[in-house]
């Protein structure tokens, strides 16, 4: 999966294309600077922010976004998990093999 010495590499394109192999797409979320808001649905069209009227560019010109977040959907990275029926039956223990004795075994034998 890895490229030779099993090393990523410090080009974003090479991450890129490792992630894209993997059926692992990701969505880019322009964001502030201080993380007061994201750029995306209602605020999708703004070019300000709504909470401290600073720009959303750094060079307003060239549309350069002064924060980018890259966000990697949670479906796609499940169904690529539970492909395995071996990784689906670890990750399914607790409800197929918890044990129910009122001691703490786990953390999700904790009450809330």
């Given at each position: 999966?890895?490229?030779?010495?099993?090393?990523?590499?410090?080009?974003?394109?090479?991450?890129?294309?490792?992630?894209?192999?993997?059926?692992?797409?990701?969505?880019?979320?322009?964001?502030?600077?201080s993380d007061?808001?994201?750029?995306?649905?209602?605020?999708?069209?703004?070019?300000?922010?709504?909470?401290?009227?600073?720009?959303?560019?750094?060079?307003?010109?060239?549309?350069?976004?002064?924060?980018?977040?890259?966000?990697?959907?949670?479906?796609?990275?499940?169904?690529?998990i539970f492909?395995?029926?071996?990784?689906?039956?670890?990750?399914?223990?607790?409800?197929?093999?918890?044990?129910?004795?009122?001691?703490?075994?786990?953390?999700?034998?904790?009450?809330?």
């Open positions: 999966m890895f490229p030779e010495a099993n090393e990523l590499s410090d080009r974003t394109y090479d991450a890129k294309k490792i992630l894209c192999s993997l059926g692992m797409n990701y969505e880019r979320i322009y964001a502030f600077p007061c808001i994201l750029y995306r649905k209602d605020y999708e069209g703004l070019d300000r922010c709504p909470v401290c009227e600073v720009d959303r560019y750094k060079k307003s010109k060239k549309k350069i976004p002064a924060k980018v977040l890259w966000y990697f959907p949670v479906i796609p990275r499940f169904k690529r492909m395995n029926s071996e990784h689906a039956k670890s990750l399914m223990w607790h409800s197929d093999k918890r044990i129910c004795d009122n001691m703490l075994h786990h953390l999700v034998d904790s009450p809330q």
